[in-house]
């Protein structure tokens, strides 16, 4: 969740600047039926897959969709979808005890809360924490400055996130089984939270794919996301956040990496490898 400074920077800043510099709508989701959205390839790749470029030439979607190559996930694609897992079922947990308990027994709520059972990872045990520690600050925030809240209003206010929103990403020519996470900041925002990693230029690219997706979904527009980085140190989160402007170039530079991903598998062009292939990378 962003803090008090940064919602502040979103509402007063990047959402304002977003809907000043607007996006053609012929890059908006809904206008998937003609191009440049419209996919020329039948080959729904994941979203991940024409997102991500830890394989610089993308050798790695080749060997999987043409050769058929299976690879095994290290333990940094592990440690990232154990943590992923974590987060998505303490959010489920903190909802299911602020509605059981009420706006009206907070600190009901913040014993149940705290009441998760202890996971094995020292660093979900970290990021449980973090979380508890973060939603009992909010929580007595948003009862001091709004003591008659309702216990609906309250879970909204305090968790305005949904985690894991399934999406069919046919319309973009994309797989038909997505899944990503959203912030409700007044209007809709992706959400993408990477562990463990460096900042990378294709990051972005991830909340424009979803953007796009979002609005073939349901048509409303979704011009803001927002990359939450998390790394441990000595046993403790450390956050960054880089907002985001899911303007047209960013927009337009997904769909054509869309394509040229997907050419690749529909005709079977090898690539090549790169030369500084990642860990997972096949060769």
């Known amino acids: 969740m962003p803090t ?16 000043k510099l607007g996006v053609d709508d012929t890059l908006r989701g809904w206008s998937w039926s003609a191009p440049p ?22 050798r790695d979607i080749y060997a999987r969709r043409v050769l058929g190559a299976e690879t095994e996930p290290n333990e940094k694609m592990i440690l990232g979808s154990a943590l992923h897992s974590t987060l998505r079922e303490w959010t489920v947990h903190a ?37 508890a520690d973060a939603i009992e600050f909010r929580l007595r925030e948003a009862i001091s400055q709004f003591p008659r809240i309702g216990t609906d209003a309250l879970v909204a206010q ?70 939450v980085y998390a790394s441990f140190r000595n046993g403790r989160l450390q956050i960054e956040r880089e907002f985001a402007v899911l303007g ?5 530079e997904f769909i054509e990496v869309r394509d040229e991903k997907q050419r690749m598998v529909a005709d079977e062009l090898d690539p090549g490898p790169c030369e500084e292939c990642e860990a997972w990378c096949s060769k």
């Not at 390839?41 to 830890?54: C, I, K, M, Q, T």
């Not at 047209?248 to 337009?252: A, K, P, S, V």
């Open 158 to 227: 305090v968790l305005p996130v949904t985690l894991g929103q399934m999406l069919d990403g046919a319309f973009l020519g994309l797989s038909r089984r997505l899944s990503t996470d959203l912030l409700n900041l007044g209007e809709p925002a992706v959400l993408n939270i990477i562990f463990n990693d460096e900042k990378r230029s294709f990051h972005p690219l991830t909340l424009a794919g979803y953007a796009l997706v979002l609005e073939a979904v349901y048509e409303f527009p979704v011009d803001v996301g927002v990359t």
């Open 37 to 58: 959205l419209l996919s020329p390839y039948e080959v729904p790749l994941g979203l991940s897959e024409v997102a991500n470029a830890y394989c610089a030439t993308g």
């Open 248 to 252: 047209d170039e960013l927009r337009m």
């Open 95 to 131: 909802k299911r005890k602020l509605y059981e308990s009420g706006a009206e027994d907070i600190e009901r709520a913040v014993r149940e809360i705290r009441a998760f059972p202890e996971p094995d990872l020292p660093e979900a045990r970290s990021l449980v924490a973090y979380e």
């Open 4 to 19: 008090a400074e940064e919602k502040k920077r979103l509402l007063r800043g990047t959402i304002p600047r977003a809907r």
